[in-house]
Antibody, heavy 122, light 108 residues
Framework: QVQLVESGGGVVQPGRSLRLSCAAS????????MHWVRQAPGKGLEWVAI????????YYADSVKGRFTISRDNSKNTLYLQMNSLRAEDTAVYYC???????????????WGQGTLVTVSS | EIVMTQSPATLSVSPGERATLSCRAS??????LAWYQQKPGQAPRLLIY???TRATAFPARFSGSGSGTEFTLTISSLQSEDFAVYYC??????????FGGGTKVEIK
């Protein structure tokens, strides 16, 4: 069965960096686009970034563009989110999610990890 | 950016009753509309995609309809396990992929 396990969250000071990881199993990771979606405490869902199955295409929400970098290592079945210049408003649970369809994708969030909490606070 | 607006914010329904949730897009998204269910402390789950195709894990009491800018999620007879927050999401024009603000379905 599909499993997505995020890690790397924690408490970090404003302006600092953090890298999240998402270990994938139960499907052919290298053929699916992957996403990061976040949810601030008590708030709704916000899409953060997408990376194509081969890593050649990446897109970001305006709120994180220039500060966050999505990447993947298909040999390790792992998705990453490098977060730099963190702000208080980046505080959220960060979920990785697998796209519904392989190849070019559908841009739906089919399977989700359990999330990892990032708290940006001094 | 396409803005998704869900109504109502909270829906109070008795078990066994019908629930109707609405989602409106600021411009046409064709049928590229998904619904997700999220229970407290859990990750969201894909419920409906293509506006009306139900994910295999969900029973037939869940149905989606609409196209263009107006969409509806209907739960025909609410069960205790259906009380949750429901989000719509458009995937027609992106980036960004956008969600509605959510509708909380609570026990009346």
């Amino acid at each position: 069965q599909v499993q997505l396990v995020e890690s790397g969250g924690g408490v970090v000071q404003p302006g600092r960096s953090l890298r999240l990881s998402c270990a994938a199993s139960g499907f052919t990771f290298s053929t699916y686009g992957m996403h990061w979606v976040r949810q601030a405490p008590g708030k709704g869902l916000e899409w953060v970034a997408i990376i194509s199955y081969d890593g050649s295409n990446k897109y970001y929400a305006d709120s994180v563009k220039g500060r966050f970098t999505i990447s993947r290592d298909n040999s390790k079945n792992t998705l990453y989110l490098q977060m730099n210049s963190l702000r208080a408003e980046d505080t959220a649970v960060y979920y990785c999610a697998k796209d519904l369809t392989d190849g070019s994708g559908t841009y739906l969030f089919h399977y989700w990890g359990q999330g990892t909490l990032v708290t940006v606070s001094s | 950016e396409i803005v998704m607006t869900q109504s109502p914010a909270t829906l109070s329904v008795s078990p066994g009753e019908r629930a109707t949730l609405s989602c409106r897009a600021s411009q046409s998204v064709s049928s590229n509309l998904a619904w997700y269910q999220q229970k407290p402390g859990q990750a969201p789950r894909l419920l409906i995609y293509g506006a009306s195709t139900r994910a295999t894990a969900f029973p037939a009491r869940f149905s989606g309809s609409g196209s263009g800018t107006e969409f509806t999620l209907t739960i025909s007879s609410l069960q205790s396990e259906d009380f949750a927050v429901y989000y719509c999401q458009q995937y027609n024009n992106w980036p960004p992929l956008t969600f509605g603000g959510g509708t909380k379905v609570e026990i009346k």
